[in-house]
């Protein structure tokens, strides 16, 4: 009699375990390696901080895209980051003679980012060929396997510059510190490289 007891506590551990299974699959499945030079890059859709949908195909449509991924909003302002911006900012027209966009993304957890991104845009006007997007819970971060998972972390700051048409990817670097970023100039370089 007392074994019918412990059949429905069994029975409840087991489909326990098999839910936990079921969602470490699913959670596994989203990660995903990091993308690759010869790689078509993934395609993705985030806001501008206005709500302005923009996708990468379509903006690859225009031409080259440089891809500048960000730490977002780590707890607090990155200055890397800033001065990253303000180099490429500065390089705008070289850009523009390519025929280049840059897309900077600025990824976190989605409460607050829009704020947070606010706030790293104040005082730096885009140019026309800028584009920032906000990337809310590391959509794109993780969908590019760039997700920096350790604390006071967001994403590993990487570059890429993606080929017109096919979103081929022909140049990238991914930094595994702070301070590895690329220049404006290497990226110019690379541009014309293609």
């Known amino acids: 009699m007392r074994s019918l007891v412990y059949l429905p506590i069994i029975g409840l551990f087991l489909g ?9 699959g699913t959670i596994s499945d989203v990660a995903t390696a990091p993308a690759e030079v010869g790689h078509t890059a993934p395609d993705f859709t985030l806001k501008t901080v206005d709500g302005q949908a923009k996708t990468l195909s379509r903006l690859t449509k225009d031409g080259p895209v440089v891809l500048l991924v960000l730490r977002g909003y780590p707890g607090y302002q990155c200055p890397l980051c800033t001065r990253q ?19 900077m993304i600025y990824p976190g957890p989605s409460e607050e980012l829009t704020q947070r991104a606010d706030e790293f845009l104040a005082g ?5 060929n800028f584009v920032f997007l906000t990337d809310p819970d590391y959509a794109m971060t993780n969908l590019y396997g760039l997700r920096w998972d350790a604390p ?3 994403a590993y700051p990487s570059t890429f510059v993606i080929n017109k048409g096919d979103r081929v990817i022909s140049h990238l670097h991914i930094s595994k510190t702070h301070g590895d970023r690329t220049k404006a100039s290497d990226i110019l370089s690379a541009l014309d490289a293609r």
């Open 85 to 103: 911006v303000g180099d490429f900012i500065s390089n705008a027209g070289e850009f523009a003679k390519r025929g280049a966009t840059v897309v």
């Open 152 to 154: 006071k972390e967001t």
């Open 16 to 24: 326990l375990c098999a839910c936990s299974y079921e969602q470490a």
């Open 124 to 128: 730096k006007g885009l140019p026309n």
